[in-house]
T-cell receptor, first 113, second 118 residues
Framework: RKEVEQDPGPFNVPEGATVAFNCTYSNSASQSFFWYRQDCRKEPKLLMS???SGNEDGRFTAQLNRASQYISLLIRDSKLSDSATYLC??????????????FGRGTQLTVWP | GEEVAQTPKHLVRGEGQKAKLYCAPI?????VFWYQQVLKNEFKFLISFQNENVFDETGMPKERFSAKCLPNSPCSLEIQATKLEDSAVYFC????????????????FGPGTRLTVT
């Protein structure tokens, strides 16, 4: 079973729409979670960390459900510039895997005018 | 430097040839990670370093892959006798720490090296 499972999409939404991405992780002991954004042929960049209580950064809201081992990202009022692949990431938190990032396959988002 | 630097940007090798990729982490970052991205978004961890010491090499196909981080030199990832399935983008990332608050262990990625094996 993969460490991080993610629906690859694609999601095609109009500008202004609200869109939500989900992922699940397999290691119940995991403590650190992130959403990264990757533009075509570029390096992944940190979009936001995901905290236990949920957190918001402008139009972006991240939620964590530890009981279900489920992470979500909500984007409100989508902009054309939000078009990218969104990667759900879990960090290794113990022993020799400490620091290693486990990536989901990514969810592709296209926002159209 | 303020960014992770990777060279070359593109590398083309015939099957069986050697490939060597370089990474200069952000100054002051103690940890370096190598990831391989094959096709469209399958990231695979290869190896991590704490300064010049290997921290975690469990992702490395050891028969043909090797990596080093020597003092005062860019880190390197070398593939001996490349195979077609080695075609991928190889990303290097660095971080200040791997434990502690979220901000201190953000991994910053370099632009990647695209390796094509023909």
């Amino acid at each position: 079973r993969k460490e991080v499972e993610q629906d690859p999409g694609p999601f095609n939404v109009p500008e202004g729409a609200t869109v939500a991405f989900n992922c699940t992780y397999s290691n119940s002991a995991s403590q650190s979670f992130f959403w990264y954004r990757q533009d075509c042929r570029k390096e992944p960049k940190l979009l936001m960390s995901v905290y236990s209580s949920g957190n918001e950064d402008g139009r972006f809201t991240a939620q964590l459900n530890r009981a279900s081992q489920y992470i979500s990202l909500l984007i409100r009022d989508s902009k054309l510039s939000d078009s990218a692949t969104y990667l759900c990431v879990v960090k290794g938190d113990r022993g020799s895997t400490l620091g290693r990032l486990y990536f989901g396959r990514g969810t592709q988002l296209t926002v159209w005018p | 430097g303020e960014e992770v630097a990777q060279t070359p940007k593109h590398l083309v090798r015939g099957e069986g040839q050697k490939a060597k990729l370089y990474c200069a982490p952000i100054k002051g970052h103690s940890y370096v990670f190598w990831y391989q991205q094959v096709l469209k978004n399958e990231f695979k961890f290869l190896i991590s370093f704490q300064n010049e010491n290997v921290f975690d090499e469990t992702g490395m196909p050891k028969e043909r892959f090797s990596a080093k981080c020597l003092p005062n030199s860019p880190c390197s990832l070398e593939i001996q006798a490349t195979k077609l399935e080695d075609s991928a983008v190889y990303f290097c990332a660095s971080s200040q720490s791997i434990a502690g608050g979220h901000s201190s262990y953000e991994q910053y990625f370099g632009p990647g090296t695209r390796l094509t094996v023909t």
